[in-house]
């Protein structure tokens, strides 16, 4: 299994940034999957999920409303469109499948 995200980086508060996790090794269509995230010096935590299908996401509370997640089976990737970012959201973020995460990528988010 490998999820390969891409996207991250640094952005002003109130930016915009999008993910990508490119999938491989299992058959992605079959397969819930999710964003987490981990702040310095805090525990990981939930961020989105998605269903098989994509046609029903589930998000932590302190992202309702300014991040979307969304999935393309055909081409096995899962994305994370993040708008209205603050300060609070800098963290590294993975693409996971269950309990299997990718390598994360890091978003800094400045004020």
């Known amino acids: 299994v490998q999820l390969q995200a891409s996207g991250g980086g640094l952005v002003q508060a109130g930016g915009s940034l999008r993910f990508s996790c490119v999938a491989s090794g299992f058959t992605f269509r079959t397969y819930v999957m999710g964003w987490f995230r981990q702040a310095p010096g805090k525990e990981r935590d939930f961020v989105a999920g998605?269903?098989?299908?994509?046609?029903?996401?589930y998000y932590a509370d302190s992202v309702k409303g300014r991040f979307t997640i969304s999935r393309d089976n055909a081409k096995n990737t899962l994305y994370l469109q993040m708008n209205s970012l603050r300060t609070e959201d800098t963290a590294v973020y993975y693409c996971t499948k269950g309990s299997i995460r990718g390598q994360g990528t890091l978003v800094t988010v400045s004020s």
């Open positions: 998605i269903t098989r299908s994509g046609n029903s996401q």
